[in-house]
């Protein structure tokens, strides 16, 4: 399985990013989906997941700001960001949970800066 994510770039405060992810390979078995992001200098931190089921969860800071949507059938997964903020700025991971096993992305890269 491997995971390519893209979308990122250079936003001002307050504009807006879609993020996008591909999978390859078989997701039979998924458990989630989901997006995570690492700040220059800190932990890589959980952004949102969302189920098969279409359950989702944000982390308090992107909540009613961030919405993370899926492509079952073309394996894709999405992060619509809007009302952006410099503290968004990090690298994104896209990442699976397939059974027992957890699948990474490369990262794309968010800079929020005026």
């Known amino acids: 399985v491997q995971l390519q994510a893209s979308g990122g770039g250079l936003v001002q405060p307050g504009g807006s990013l879609k993020l996008s992810c591909a999978v390859s390979g078989s997701i039979s078995g998924i458990m989630y989906w989901a997006w995570y992001r690492q700040a220059p200098g800190k932990q890589r931190d959980l952004v949102s997941t969302?189920?098969?089921?279409?359950?989702?969860r944000y982390a308090e800071s992107v909540k009613d700001r961030f919405t993370i949507s899926r492509d079952s059938a073309n394996k894709m997964v999405y992060l619509q960001m809007n009302n952006l903020k410099p503290e968004d700025t990090a690298v994104y991971y896209c990442?699976?949970?397939?059974?027992?096993?957890?699948?990474w992305g490369q990262g794309t890269l968010v800079t929020v800066s005026s």
């Open positions: 969302i189920t098969v089921g279409g359950i989702t």
């Open positions: 990442n699976v949970k397939i059974r027992w096993s957890s699948y």
